[in-house]
């Protein structure tokens, strides 16, 4: 059964998180924390499978907290789920990058929330469309890789994952990726964790995130809804 650790800096949103998850027969809330230190003490002593958490007002030390969380020096490390604000303020991707594992608005129905916690404590990672959208062109904006960057980490991937790795930077779903490079989708799903294991990522926002900073991926001027992954579409 998997176990949260809920953090949120309001008492009464921490209760309502506390009976939503307790409502739930596969789920199990075994701690609330209300600010960033305090997650991070209860999530080693803990030990949760998920922490459910709120980015704070600005000026706090919400993405500090993720990243103690999710890449501390206590693993192992729980799956970090978060709630934020979806805009221009930046908090998506500085949480993300962080290491956190899921992003949702702060507005979630409480069945997409609990189906997400699942779905993070199963090894996913849930990301709205629109957000992941807002991603892709943010890290496409960011400037070219340089050679401080740890580029042995993609030589150390096969042609073949290479352009696995480009088609998810690019947006391609498994299904996407599967047909045009004949392959199962279950097949994909294993060039992927491959993938992962090999450059050090936690999740395919991650992967996203190292396409473009090595240099794999660039930017497109022209854009579809299935567009061409790095420079040209990956050939069989």
Known sequence: MPTVLIVNDQELRRLCYHLLLDSEPDLSPVGEAAGGAEAVRMSTALRPDVVLMHIFKPGT??????????????????????????????YAWAALAAGADALLPENTAPHELTAAIRAVEAG?????????????DTIRRRPPASASLPTERLGALTERER??????????????????????????????CRILTKIGARSRVQAVAFAYESGLTEPHTTRSPLPAPGRARPTL
């Open 163 to 192: 352009q696995v790795l480009a088609a998810v930077a690019s947006g391609w779903s498994t299904t996407e990726i599967a047909a045009h490079l004949s392959l199962a989708p279950t097949t994909v799903k294993s060039h992927v």
């Open 61 to 90: 030390d919400s993405i500090d907290t993720v990243r103690r969380i999710a890449r501390g020096d206590s693993p192992p490390h729980p799956r970090v789920l978060v709630l934020a604000p979806v805009g221009p303020d930046g």
């Open 124 to 136: 996913g990672a849930v990301i709205p469309p629109g957000l992941t959208r807002q991603l892709i």
